[in-house]
């Protein structure tokens, strides 16, 4: 019996050569994955503050604006409190108090949504319509749910 003989050069090339196309191919798809799913995850929405078909606009988002209340959004995966008053015209301040990332979404009526709202962050909305609004951190929505009641 005769023991085999190594690789030649040439074809230690071209092994070479046939693994970096299979990595290429690889990564390229990588890449397009990766792409077509910040895509989609970028969305085509509307805007903050416009209005959901069928409903008028609650209010509108404000920025450093004095708070008349304030909703504390915790590393307990809590709204605190879970329900708050606040006067037609008043600034309801929604305040990320810890380092986890949370959401609010108005689930009727609104399209005064926030999905970035990392730990430290406040968002704050001034309230044009009196009514009852709910809202719920999607994110969390077993335990994170509450009400705005504007009067």
Excluded at 45 to 50: C, K, N, R, V
Excluded at 88 to 102: A, I, K, Q, R
């Amino acid at each position: 019996m005769s023991t085999p003989k190594p690789p030649t050069r040439a074809h230690r090339i071209a092994s070479a050569a046939m693994k970096d196309r299979v990595l290429h191919r690889w990564a390229t798809l990588g890449i397009g994955v990766c792409l077509a799913v910040g895509a989609v995850a970028c969305g085509n929405g509307p805007p903050h503050g416009s209005q959901k078909p069928g409903g008028s606009p609650i209010g509108t988002v404000v920025r450093d604006m004095p708070a008349d209340a304030t909703v504390k959004a915790t590393d307990s995966l809590l709204f605190s409190p879970t329900s708050i008053t606040v006067k037609v015209g008043g600034v309801l301040e929604f305040d990320n108090s810890g380092s986890v990332f949370h959401n609010v979404t108005f689930t009727d009526h609104s399209d005064l949504d926030d999905s970035n709202f990392p730990g430290g962050a406040k968002w704050q909305i001034k309230f044009t319509r009196a009514g009852s609004y709910p809202f719920v951190c999607t994110i969390h929505a077993t335990t994170m749910k509450g009400t705005v009641s504007v009067s």
